[in-house]
């Protein structure tokens, strides 16, 4: 079976440093690769584009990047939309816009579910990030994108479908609306941060009168009564629970602590992260 390439992304990993979508408009604004692509427009296109999600609300917030791209979808819409083979698959897996085949098919744009295709209104094409293609073509072993992300974000692999499965498993990976049915071979590590919810709080404790942070307590949550996880209260009281998916109903935390008592607290999860507030521990 044929070794074929597949990007991951960690998004745990992006600081929206934007190194990966400069570096594109680096390679590609004013430049021409014959057989690859027509040169990258000064304005207007994000071929590698970096999208932005806010979670939760003081004092638990924090703000997580998740770089997007054409995915190189084994079942393509955008090739089924081409007219004249001006999309193609290459046996590696990177799937390849002609730049002259190509040429007036504007159709081609709303083709792609992911928004990944971009139309060059100076040579009348549409384009999209390529895999680098032109760069492994000449030996190179990783793509600009991970070359130069200074965080480690990115790993191409090229690797036998079956292997990747593995890799996939492994590791939790997912891909982007995969109810399409289009194989992507764009994968994400930790793409809950853009789409779970967390739920946190804070363990407290009364002592003679002044509210202090009650670490080490166990803080198991529920939901019909069933436990789904349990954690323990950090150094400062503070506990979260994440991968929770959004609008999931009513759920419940106990909370128990050796030295200082027991609580519990209820709460429903809707569309957002949600911080529950300080608890008090009571004998
Ligand atoms: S270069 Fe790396 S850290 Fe910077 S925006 Fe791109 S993926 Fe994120
Ligand atoms: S992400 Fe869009 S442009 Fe890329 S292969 Fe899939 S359908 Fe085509």
């Known amino acids: 079976m044929a070794k074929k390439w597949n990007m991951i992304v960690d998004v745990a990993r992006c600081d929206n440093c934007r190194n990966c979508f400069l570096a594109t408009k680096d390679e590609h604004i004013g430049n021409e690769f014959p057989g690859y692509s027509a040169p990258q427009p000064e304005r207007g296109h994000s071929w590698v584009d970096i999208k932005r999600r806010e979670r939760g609300s003081w004092p638990a917030v924090e703000a997580h990047f998740m770089p997007v791209m054409c995915n190189h979808c084994d079942d393509a819409p955008c090739m089924k939309a081409a007219k004249d083979g001006a999309i193609t698959k290459r046996a590696d897996g990177i799937v390849l816009i002609d730049p002259v085949k190509s040429k007036g098919q504007k159709e081609i744009v709303d083709a792609c579910p992911y928004g990944a295709i971009y139309w060059n209104e100076d040579e009348q094409v549409p384009q999209a990030w390529f895999f680098d293609a032109h760069l492994l073509d000449k030996g190179w072993d990783k793509t600009r994108i991970e070359q130069c992300c200074p965080t480690n974000a990115f790993r191409s692999v090229k690797v036998e479908d079956r292997e990747m499965q593995r890799i996939s498993e492994e590791e939790g990976l997912q891909v982007r609306k995969p109810e399409l049915g289009t194989k992507p071979r764009v994968h994400y590590k930790n793409m ?3 789409t779970h919810c967390f739920v ?32 323990t209260s950090d150094t400062f009281g503070d506990f979260r629970f994440d991968k929770l998916a959004k609008n999931s109903g009513q759920y419940r ?3 128990k602590s050796d030295a200082s008592g027991s609580a519990s607290a209820s709460f429903e999860l809707g569309g957002e992260c949600l911080y529950i507030g300080a608890i008090s521990l009571a004998n």
């Open 253 to 255: 935390v106990q909370i």
């Open 200 to 231: 946190a709080g804070s363990v407290v404790v009364d002592a003679d009168g002044v509210e202090e942070c009650a670490p080490d307590a166990e803080v198991v949550l529920e939901q019909d009564g069933r436990e789904l996880a349990r954690t």
């Open 192 to 194: 809950h941060l853009m």
